[in-house]
């Protein structure tokens, strides 16, 4: 189940961390300040087009505006890469390293 209070707070967090206020983020998204507060407060459930919107104004994913455990996704992530390169011998750790390189390089050209 959702938890509206927690995503309005990690949008409030992520808003301010932009310097941004409620009501500029309602403009960019195109809905009332009233209607920002309620979501940022749970005071209203966001529907998924306003939830997208903001999302894509703020830069940050979806995931991050629903998960609590961001920062443990990423570990999880990392361990995951180092058992690969674990499992590796050193030819194959090179390659692999410069193949995350340069998916990195394109990921921040595309975005």
Known sequence: M?????????????????GLSQEQLAEMVGISLPHMS????????????VFADIAAVLGVSADELLSDEPEVRRKEAESDILNVLNAC???????????????????????
């Open 38 to 49: 309620h979501i940022e407060t749970a005071n209203t459930k966001l529907s998924l087009p």
């Open 2 to 18: 959702l938890d509206y209070y927690k995503i309005g707070q990690r949008i409030r967090k992520s808003r301010k961390a932009q």
């Open 89 to 111: 011998d050193p030819q194959q750790a090179k390659a692999i390293a410069k193949i995350i390189r340069d998916i990195k390089s394109a990921i921040d050209e595309y975005l």
